[in-house]
């Protein structure tokens, strides 16, 4: 079955630590995104990116890093610069062909920094 | 600015309806999806709609007045495992997803 993969589920860090989030893709869409998730609040959108060896920033960017080597792989860094990283966050990806094309997402990876 | 709004939390019996209502402001206006999200999982898709009206799929059904900024997702014949949030998102003049922050459906028996 077709679908986007994130791991881990649950990942725990210490303050001051880089950490990278994987996303991986087998739905051979072009677009893929990374969405942060806090309680009371509506997704937002840190980076996407529309084709390989391009990405271009969200609204919330700053402290985060990605990498699009490959159609499949969209992995997200959390960096020390990052001031509030605990959050749940969600990747995705979508067929650009189509206005109307739904937005598919992986079950996310809640991060917990201490 | 732009700005989606849904209430923060509805409360329904089983087996009853329920409309969870959305209303938008965003600069242009590219279609509005209906997201659901089960606690601590993916949100999935449920509808799209870019013209005026209602578009039906089972027992769940979405309306969109563009004129009014206004859209509702109704839910039939409730069933427990409809408990869940609700997410409305607009794709603006850019064909970027602005997203509301999602209604908690509590269903009780």
């Known amino acids: 079955d077709g679908g986007i993969t994130q791991s881990p589920k649950y990942l725990f860090r210490k303050e001051g630590q880089n950490v990278t989030l994987s996303c991986e893709q087998n739905l051979n869409h072009d677009a893929m995104y990374w969405y942060r998730q806090d309680p009371g609040q509506g997704l937002r959108l840190i980076y996407y990116s529309q084709i390989v060896n391009d990405f271009q920033k969200g609204d919330i960017a700053e402290g985060y890093s990605v990498s699009r080597e490959k159609k499949e792989s969209f992995p997200l860094t959390v960096t020390s610069a990052q001031k509030n990283p605990t959050a749940f966050y969600l990747c995705?990806?979508?067929?650009?062909?189509?206005?109307?094309?739904?937005?598919?997402f992986g079950n996310g990876t809640r991060l917990t920094v201490t | 600015g732009q700005n989606i709004d849904q209430p923060t939390e509805m409360t329904a019996t089983e087996g009853a309806i329920v409309q969870i209502n959305c209303t938008y402001q965003?600069?242009?206006?590219?279609?509005l999806f209906w997201y659901q999200q089960h606690a601590g999982e993916a949100p999935t898709f449920l509808s799209y709609n870019v013209l005026d009206g209602l578009e039906e799929k089972g027992r769940f059904s979405s309306f969109l007045s563009r004129s009014k900024g206004y859209s509702y997702l109704l839910l039939k014949e409730l069933q427990m495992k409809d408990s869940a949030s609700y997410l409305c998102?607009?794709?603006?003049?850019?064909?970027?997803?602005?997203w509301g922050a999602g209604t908690k459906l509590i269903i009780k028996p």
């Open positions: 965003t600069s242009g206006f590219n279609g």
């Open positions: 995705a990806s979508s067929d650009t062909d189509r206005e109307s094309s739904p937005l598919h």
């Open positions: 998102a607009v794709s603006d003049s850019n064909y970027q997803l602005i």
